[in-house]
């Protein structure tokens, strides 16, 4: 899948609260290449529309969604979707994704093989060819996730490009009730996931807007320029 | 007894969870056809009668998250909660069924008196909030991912929706790929919570995935995980249930017969005598 620079409109009812922690970037390979907002589903709100814009972030939105109902309900401003791993076998909701034409940001369930994955691309039907597989790390215990290499060699093989979710790997739920150690939180490990994702072509990271990667990950990032 | 909230545990006007009587939820993993439904409804019910259990029928109308996408999914919402109001007015028992949306949990609840979260989904807030509304009894299984403070925190959403009526059920917790434990220790704090505590013996010996394109299982582990489960102590035994396990549609690995569940129970009512 190539990734388009053009300017795309904002617009759509996919749109929330910019302050919302759930407000995430996901952040292509190609240097200068604008950001993809990428946005939980909720009500419409124009003032994270235009912070999107102000910030230069706005090229075009990818929205979390995790119901049929949600994505027969998006509009043609909204041209890429989230679906979460824990959603990521659900038959209904991979088929309206399918349906809806747009570009499929499909998550891995850290509980799944990534094995697994391909059945559930399969599902997608003719709508595979239009998918970014996510990798956020495989369930480690209670309130860990490891990022496995094998799982990223795995999904290559299934020839959909790659996204990593930075956020679920250095923050994974339930952080706040268990007995893990803050190290799992702390950015330094930012440099060696992304210089993982990089050995395996990965084409797109996903975290937070309110979170910044630190000046060496981000040069690392922006500075992988293969052509994949 | 009282669980959180004051809920005096009532799921059925038949039917009371409590700690002196043990409650079993069973019944086939897919509703394949009115008939099992109705020959495993009626196998069990007479079995818990005989050993002094409650009984409560469990069945889906629609695996919505098969490993492949080739499988069968089941009868469909209509088709389903009617076979599940049959079986509830017929044979006089509670039913159970599981919703992966908001708008199921609504229309499931209308028909059943439990509706039950999958482990999957169990964070998802806006299913918990449809299925507290639908002021049903509500089971939330602990996700194979998730922590049993996150689960016991799903539960108190539920009941900060309005609906205190919450079993909260162990089914055990990714070890790896394709591959569950159960941690008992996740039973003691779930009751320790004061919310209802279910052991499912029979997904807890899942070994998802592992079947090439369906999930696998050690069904002959089942009769010594609800063993342990008894010991530990809980509200409420689930168990999948099908006359022929060997050709059921889903769980074909872990579903277990009349007899292995008869000898499962024998041995639970040994245990808490």
């Not at chain 1, 509009?75 to 399918?98: K, M, N, T, Y």
């Not at chain 1, 993982?196 to 000046?215: D, G, K, M, Q």
Request: proline share 6%; hydrophobic share 40%.
């Amino acid at each position: 899948m190539s990734y388009s620079a053009a300017p795309m409109p904002p617009s759509g009812s996919c749109f929330v609260d910019a302050n919302r922690p759930q407000f995430h970037k996901v952040i292509p390979t190609q240097l200068r290449a604008p950001l993809l907002g990428c946005l939980e589903w909720r009500v419409g709100n124009a003032q994270t529309e235009q912070l999107m814009q102000r910030r230069g972030w706005m090229q075009s939105v990818c929205t979390t969604v995790t119901t049929p109902e949600q994505i027969g309900g998006l509009d043609a401003g909204c041209e890429r979707i989230f679906i979460p791993g824990e959603f990521s076998r659900q038959g209904d909701v991979l088929a309206a994704a399918a349906a809806s034409g747009k570009t499929i940001f499909l998550e891995r369930g850290a509980f799944l093989a990534p094995s697994d994955m391909l059945r559930a691309v399969s599902k997608l039907g003719p709508a595979k060819d239009n998918v970014v597989l996510v990798e956020s790390g495989s369930a480690f215990g209670y309130s860990d996730r490891v990022l496995d290499p094998r799982a990223l060699e795995v999904l290559a093989s299934i020839g959909c490009p790659m996204a990593l979710n930075l956020e679920a790997l250095t923050q994974p739920s339930g952080m706040a009730y268990a007995h893990r150690p803050q190290w799992i939180s702390d950015p330094a490990f930012d440099t060696a996931l992304i210089r993982t994702a990089i050995a395996f072509a990965v084409r797109y990271l996903i975290l937070p807007c309110n979170r910044e990667l630190s000046p060496q990950a981000a040069e690392l990032w922006l500075s992988a320029r293969k052509d994949y | 007894m009282t669980f959180n909230g004051g809920w005096n545990g009532e799921i059925h006007p038949k039917a009371t969870l409590s700690q002196q009587q043990l409650t079993v939820i069973a019944g086939p993993c897919m509703f394949e056809t009115r008939e099992i439904g109705f020959e495993v409804a009626a196998q069990m019910k007479a079995l818990c009668d005989e050993l002094g259990f409650q009984y409560v029928f469990k069945s889906s109308y629609d695996k919505a998250n098969r490993t492949s996408g080739n499988t069968a999914r089941g009868p469909g919402l209509e088709k389903g909660l009617q076979w599940l109001s049959e079986v509830r007015e017929h044979l006089h028992v509670p039913v159970l069924t599981d919703v992966h949306t908001p708008v199921q949990a609504a229309e499931a609840g209308r028909i059943v008196d439990i509706v039950q979260v999958p482990a999957f989904l169990c964070d998802q807030k806006d299913l918990l909030k449809a299925c507290a509304e639908s002021g049903k009894t509500v089971q939330i299984k602990k996700g194979q991912h998730a922590t049993p403070e996150q689960v016991i925190a799903c539960a108190d959403y539920t009941a900060a929706c309005g609906n205190p009526k919450v079993l909260l059920c162990e089914r055990g917790t990714s070890f790896g790929y394709n591959n569950l434990v159960v941690d008992y220790r996740n039973l003691v704090m779930m009751r320790r919570s004061g919310y209802a505590t279910v052991f499912d013996g029979t997904h807890a010996a899942q070994l998802p995935g592992a079947g090439s394109g369906q999930s696998s299982g050690l069904r002959d582990m089942v009769p010594a995980l609800c063993a342990a489960a008894t010991a530990v102590g809980i509200h409420a035994l689930f168990l999948e249930v099908h006359p022929n396990p060997e050709k059921a549609l889903s769980d074909a690995s872990t579903q277990v017969s009349f007899e292995t569940a008869t000898h499962i129970l024998r041995r639970v009512k040994q245990l808490r005598a």
